[in-house]
């Protein structure tokens, strides 16, 4: 059978679980369907602009992956790219919107694929090393951020070590590796606050320290998701991590209906943006 096709299948079974385990958690526990509807207006309009913030991000963080690629587009461009790929990589099959930007980037610009995918790994390297320091941070102190700027030295000496694949890497510029790291802090920053408020909106018990502890383990269903957003991977993996948060599984569950129901909506109004507006002219241009 097509590996493809599998993986297609894999991800399909996937959501179709988690959602049956959603409504399942919901039947179960009434109270808990209440108090998500009875969610204030202020909390979900806040999460709304958090996403909004989360958007800006992630556009940062591809004209991040510009500058190492060496090439300029037009902001009104790379707008419309990060937000198109945003929406096929939710409601788009397994994770199409970093395969879009790439084909994108090969058609319309002539940028490799190779030198894309480097440029991703670069970003996905800060994200895991942010993510796995929110962990330590979480459960040990803030005293660990010290040991992530040692974190950081390291990275740099390994850089200057002379390996042909190292040579290679530190011909992109170091504007865009500092570009890319400010990005990804921001986008790990912005989960922060968002999963805080969703937690602390359904368990008022919970602390920063436990959503900051939380943010770091649910980052990492990214390395293994072959679903859209996550969906299912990142359920299980702050459910399996329990140990470290100490976040009830009530509370978890709950918290991530609500998260995926700001985010959908917040998809929604920028599809809505796209093909309601002018941008849809652009896109077609981009697209085409």
């Not at 909390?43 to 800006?56: I, R, S």
């Not at 790379?78 to 945003?86: E, P």
């Not at 989960?191 to 359904?202: A, G, K, R």
Request: proline share 3%; hydrophobic share 55%.
């Amino acid at each position: 059978m097509n590996r493809r096709l599998v993986r297609s299948l894999v991800a399909f079974s996937v959501l179709v679980v988690t959602a049956v385990a959603s409504l399942y958690f919901l039947g179960h526990h009434p109270a808990v369907g209440r108090q998500l509807a009875q969610t204030p207006s202020g909390t979900l309009l806040g999460l709304l602009g958090l996403y909004l913030v989360f958007m800006v991000s992630l556009w940062l963080i591809f004209r991040s992956s510009l500058v190492l690629c060496d090439i300029r587009l037009a902001r009104r461009e790379t707008m419309l790219v990060t937000a198109y790929s945003s929406i096929i990589n939710f409601f788009g099959p397994l994770q199409s919107g970093p395969a879009f930007r790439a084909l994108y980037l090969k058609k319309r610009h002539a940028v490799g694929l190779g030198n894309y995918a480097l440029a991703s790994l670069v970003y996905y390297a800060f994200y895991a090393f942010y993510s796995g320091l929110f962990l330590l941070v979480g459960m040990i102190g803030w005293w660990v951020l010290p040991l992530g700027l040692v974190g950081l030295c390291a990275l740099y000496g390994v850089l200057r070590l002379p390996v042909n694949k190292l040579r290679q890497l530190r011909q992109l510029r170091w504007q865009g590796l500092a570009f890319t790291a400010v990005a990804t802090l921001l986008q790990v920053c912005v989960f922060v606050l968002i999963f805080y408020i969703e937690l602390h909106s359904v368990n008022h018990a919970i602390s920063l320290s436990q959503a900051i502890i939380y943010t770091g383990a649910a980052n990492f269903a990214l390395f293994v998701s072959i679903t859209p957003a996550a969906i299912g991977f990142r359920e299980t993996f702050v459910l399996l991590s329990q140990h470290l948060h100490h976040i009830p599984n009530a509370t978890v569950v709950a918290a991530s209906l609500l998260d995926r129901g700001v985010y959908v909506a917040m998809l929604l109004l920028l599809g809505t943006f796209i093909f309601g507006s002018q941008a849809r002219s652009s896109l077609k241009r981009i697209t085409s």
